[in-house]
Structures are given as structure tokens and as C-alpha cells.
């Protein structure tokens, strides 16, 4: 344990209470892993790519979202809904349900010449579901990694894969610093070019809906959409929902977001044409918070502030009780790695960072199992340790010195979200014992934190060696 004199006595005692009450919380949950009765539902995952808070019509009503609008009025709206800070780390949590920091992607994304991915000694979702039965279908960005095709989708559970393999790429060409980076399944789909990447998104999701197999397998498909991601690019149609005197990148965003919603209302018409939204459950969410704003939260993708990490979401389906609802209990990205492994009807759901969070999701009597979660904890970050942790109400911040407010430029800081969910007044001076003890509760899990794997670019993989498509094949693989 990390001994600190800035901090009065008095903290031992408040911590070893804290660790009573989390203890007891994560027994309980465990307990509670349930399986559906009926036949497994089909489970349909939306990801946007850096949707902020601010932009979605359930948060801001000058965004035009009325598919997604009409889920929310019929649905869970999912407001303490939290994400990593960044694409790949989000990804990662999600598909493992772990911690980044307990496989080294707690850092930076992984860029074009990193020659590393997700590590291949953990067992990912899509694998999971599909020793449950499923069939199991990526379409849209995958970004954990493609040096070599063992870290690429059909090779790790995805039985079709649709997209790119990178973070980033323009949304009509699909290319990215000299490369070309669209695929279906492994081969290069040129035949992408020119067509906006949602579009081709909805299409091929629309597609998968329509062929899947009526009295087959169920169904897992992880939409990953480009949008809103820069390049801000956008069909001129959806410009026209927005007033033309809006500065002119938020008005494309925001275009891109109304795109986005045309693309989750073509999915949720086509499970319904197939006769298979009965048994469907359709989650959403963004991958981290918006780049340029997320207000009123303060801060933005990149950051552990609530701007960069707590993600507008929800959750749609005819097998959740009580509808509509807004849900605040505390759900954390891990969770849906054993959540949606229970509502496949795994018999045992595997240690992790995650909670099952389906009774807590579809009965509203039932309380959210988590009562705490780590944003992120780094070590190797500029100069020092960045780390975050939430336990009920409060909130702990060290080291986080993007986004930060004038004359609050220094930490750590302690948030009390329910009274401040903008974090404006910093709290460590008034309830040093409670900040103390949150910060040791974060630092025990340093030993158990790896390295960054974040290995020097590798020029081998430039799109040049490879005739101008981005391409597995650089790097060996541990
Ligand atoms: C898992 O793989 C990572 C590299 O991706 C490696 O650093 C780590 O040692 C491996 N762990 C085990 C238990 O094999
Ligand atoms: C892709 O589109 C962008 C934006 O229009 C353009 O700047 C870029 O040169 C294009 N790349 C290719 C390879 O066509
Ligand atoms: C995509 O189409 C554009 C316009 O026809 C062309 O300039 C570009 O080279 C094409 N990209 C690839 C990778 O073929």
C-alpha cells in the first residue's frame, strides 16, 4: 500500500469500509450470472466512433437522430453508460472484457506501422459466442491490430468480417496515408471506392439480417461504424437537416450523425422484416466521448474526464421490462464481454473486469451490480502515473492534464458526480480521507498493470511494400 503523509489518519479506517462494501458487491453479482430461458436472442452491437454526449437528439435536440430517438422512447436509455478514453482501449475492453491496463493498451491507439494487436492469449467475445452457437459477424472498423493475420477478425471468432482494419481512413475512398484499407472477409473489396462508408455499413448489416437462417443459429452482429470519426465527411442530403450559418465542421458532424441514425433505423427495420426482432436485443454505444465538445461534461476523447468517458447509449429490445426507461445505475464497457455471454446462456461466465448487467438492464427493480470501476491507469504516461477511479457517487483523478480548467490545472482531484457531474469543484481539500483512500484503492492495482505494448513503427508495413493496400503480413506474432 502506497503511504502518503498529504493525507490526515483516518483514511486507513474509510478504506478498509469501502473494501467491505465492494467486496460484498462483486460476490453478489457473481452469484447472479442468469441465462435466458427461451432460445438464445439474436444480439445486434452498435458502436459509433467518438459520438459525444452533446450528439444524439435524447442529449441536444438540434440533432436530427429520429431512428435512435424512437429506440430511446421505446427502450433503456443508458445514462452512466462509461467507455475508455480512447478507440483501440475501448475496443479491447469490450471484446475481452478487461481492464486495458491488464494488457497493455492502456496507452495510445495502435497506428498504421505498430506492428502489435489485442493480445492472442485471451479468449474474445465473438469466440465466446461462437462456441455458444452463434454466428458471428464484424462489420465496420475493427482497429486491434492486423500486422498478422492471427490478430485480424475471421481469425479470432468473426466467422465474416466487413470493413477496415485501421483507426482512421476517408469515408468514401477508404484510404489513409497512401493506403487502401477495405475488406470483405480477407480479400481487398476495391469495389468500396466511392461509396460512404455507412452506407456500406448498413447495406452489408442489412444484408446479414436478411440471409441469416431462420430456425439456425443466433445471431451476433458487431456493427462498428466509421461515423463520426474525422475525416468529417458526409453525403450532402444530411447537410440539409442543419442550418447553414452552424460552423461548418459541427454542421458535418452532425450530418454524419443524422447519417449514422439512417443506417441503426435500416437494422432495426430489417430484424423486423426477418422476423427476427422478438428475440433481439440491440444495444448502442460510442466508443469514447466527441473530440471537439461534450457538453456540459467537461472534457473530450482522450481524457478520463466524464467528456471523454461517459457515452450516450441505450438498449432496445421486446425482452426488457418496464420500457421506456432511463437507466443511471453504473455500467462499465467491461460489462458487456459476460453480459451479453449471459444472455447467450453461457453456463459460467469467465473472471474478468465485467459484471453481468442483464437483470439490472431488463428489470427495473434490479440495481446495477457495480458500484465502482477503474477509467484507466497508466503509468508510463508523459511523466508520471494517469489513473481515475469511481466508487458510487465520487470520483478520483490523478495525473490528467488535458481539458483542464482554469485555475483547477493541477491534481489530483475528487468529484462528488451526483452533486457535480461537470466536475467543476475539486473536493480533495474538503475530504482528504475519502480522497486518499480512493487513490490507494487505485494504486493496489499497480503491480498488476502491463507495460504499454506499444512497440516502435515498423516501415515494413507501409502501404508501399504492399502495392497500396494496407496489409497483414509485417510482423511475427509472440
Ligand atoms: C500474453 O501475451 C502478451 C503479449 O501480447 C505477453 O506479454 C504476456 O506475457 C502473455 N501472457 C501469458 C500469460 O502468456
Ligand atoms: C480520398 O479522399 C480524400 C478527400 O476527398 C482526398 O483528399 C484523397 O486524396 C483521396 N485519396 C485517394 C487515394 O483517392
Ligand atoms: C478510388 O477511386 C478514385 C476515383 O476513381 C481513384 O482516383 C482512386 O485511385 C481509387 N482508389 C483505389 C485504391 O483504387
Not at 473489396?189 to 466511392?194: H, K, L, R, V
Not at 451479453?340 to 438492464?361: E, I, R, S, Y
Not at 491507469?377 to 470520483?395: P, V
Not at 482531484?413 to 475519502?434: R, S, Y
Request: aromatic share 10%; proline share 8%; charged share 20%.
Amino acid at each position: 500500500m502506497r503511504i502518503t503523509t498529504r493525507y490526515p489518519p483516518g483514511a486507513s479506517a474509510l478504506l478498509a469500509l469501502l473494501w467491505l462494501s465492494t467486496a460484498s458487491a462483486s460476490a453478489a453479482a457473481a452469484a447472479s450470472a442468469s441465462a435466458s430461458a427461451n432460445s438464445p436472442p439474436n444480439i445486434v452491437f452498435i458502436l459509433a466512433d467518438d459520438l459525444g454526449w452533446n450528439d444524439v437528439s435524447w442529449h441536444n435536440d438540434q440533432v436530427v437522430s429520429p431512428n435512435m430517438q424512437q429506440l430511446v422512447d421505446t427502450g433503456v436509455q443508458l445514462e452512466q453508460s462509461y467507455v475508455q478514453p480512447l478507440c483501440t482501449p475501448s475496443r479491447s475492453a469490450f471484446l475481452t472484457g478487461l481492464y486495458p491496463f491488464r494488457i497493455g493498451r492502456q496507452g495510445r491507439p495502435l497506428g498504421r506501422l505498430t506492428p502489435t494487436g489485442l493480445t492472442l492469449n485471451q479468449t474474445i467475445l465473438p469466440e465466446r459466442l461462437s462456441d455458444l452457437g452463434y454466428s458471428t459477424h464484424l462489420v465496420g472498423k475493427w482497429h486491434l491490430g492486423y500486422c498478422n493475420w492471427a490478430y485480424t477478425p475471421t481469425e479470432r471468432g468473426f466467422d465474416t468480417f466487413y470493413g477496415f482494419y485501421q483507426g482512421s481512413q476517408f469515408h468514401f475512398n477508404h484510404s489513409a496515408t497512401g493506403g487502401y484499407d477495405f475488406r470483405d472477409q480477407k480479400e481487398v473489396d476495391f469495389s468500396a471506392n466511392g461509396t460512404y462508408s455507412t452506407h456500406l455499413f448498413g447495406d452489408r448489416a442489412v444484408k446479414i439480417i436478411e440471409e441469416h437462417p431462420r430456425d439456425g443459429k443466433p445471431l451476433f452482429l458487431y456493427l462498428a461504424l466509421q461515423n463520426v470519426h474525422v475525416p468529417l465527411e458526409v453525403p450532402a442530403e444530411y447537410l440539409a437537416h442543419y442550418p447553414e450559418d452552424l460552423d461548418e465542421d459541427r454542421r458535418l458532424l452532425l450530418g454524419m450523425v443524422t447519417a449514422l441514425d439512417e443506417a441503426v433505423g435500416r437494422v432495426v427495420q430489417a430484424l423486423k422484416d426477418a422476423g427476427l426482432y422478438d428475440n433481439t436485443v440491440v444495444v448502442f454505444s460510442s466508443d469514447n466521448g466527441g473530440v471537439e465538445s461534450n457538453q456540459p461534461l467537461r472534457g473530450n476523447k482522450g481524457s478520463v474526464w466524464e467528456g471523454g468517458t461517459r457515452a450516450p447509449g441505450f438498449v432496445h429490445s421486446p425482452l426488457l421490462q418496464g420500457t421506456p426507461r432511463v437507466h443511471s445505475g453504473l455500467l462499465h464497457i467491461t460489462d458487456w464481454h459476460n453480459t451479453l455471454l449471459a444472455l447467450a446462456g453461457a453456463p459460467v461466465l469467465p473472471p474478468n473486469d465485467g459484471f453481468n448487467q442483464w437483470d439490472a438492464l431488463k428489470d427495473p427493480a434490479v440495481a446495477s451490480p457495480r458500484i465502482s470501476f477503474i477509467y484507466n491507469l497508466d503509468n508510463e504516461y508523459e511523466e508520471g502515473t494517469l489513473g481515475a477511479i469511481r466508487l458510487r457517487n465520487h470520483k478520483f483523478v490523478m495525473g490528467e492534464d488535458r481539458d483542464s480548467v482554469v485555475g483547477d490545472e493541477t491534481g489530483p482531484w475528487l468529484f462528488n458526480l451526483e452533486d457535480d457531474p461537470n466536475e467543476t469543484v475539486n473536493l480533495v481539500e474538503f475530504e482528504p480521507a475519502l480522497a486518499m483512500a480512493l487513490e490507494v484503492l487505485l494504486l493496489e492495482e499497480t503491480p498488476n498493470v502491463v507495460p504499454r505494448d506499444e512497440p516502435p513503427n515498423d516501415p515494413e508495413g507501409d502501404a508501399s511494400n504492399w502495392g497500396g493496400v494496407w496489409t497483414p503480413g509485417w510482423c511475427d506474432v509472440p
